[in-house]
Nanobody, 115 residues
Framework: QVQIVESGGGLVQSGGSLTLSCTASGAIASTYTISWYRQTPGNQDEFVATITSDGRTDLADDVKDRFAVSGDNTKNTVYLQMSSLRPEDTAVYYC?????????RGQGTQVTVSP
């Protein structure tokens, strides 16, 4: 079993920055894909970014110029660095770790961007 914990959310003004963390513990595998999603009330989950264990990354088009994703395998942690935040980025951000045939996700962390 793998446990996932996200952290780093909070309240920030428009134009500000936040860095979210996604830390895994338990039965960690060396090969994985971790994706960040965001969830707003009444809307479907939206893909934000992904990173693989060998360092390949991808970001959604509407965040590509403002967000970055990186990882530290020594800490079993993936980061989502968000800058130039907008009110429409307000959501619960969560990460999902796929390893083998299993998918693990955390509870998420709230990001609120004020105008």
């Amino acid at each position: 079993q793998v446990q996932i914990v996200e952290s780093g959310g909070g309240l920030v003004q428009s134009g500000g920055s936040l860095t979210l963390s996604c830390t895994a513990s338990g039965a960690i595998a060396s090969t994985y894909t971790i994706s960040w999603y965001r969830q707003t009330p009444g809307n479907q989950d939206e893909f934000v970014a992904t990173i693989t264990s060998d360092g390949r990354t991808d970001l959604a088009d509407d965040v590509k110029d403002r967000f970055a994703v990186s990882g530290d395998n020594t800490k079993n942690t993936v980061y989502l660095q968000m800058s130039s935040l907008r009110p429409e980025d307000t959501a619960v951000y969560y990460c999902a770790r796929a390893q083998g045939r299993h998918l693990y996700r955390g509870q998420g962390t709230q990001v609120t961007v004020s105008p």
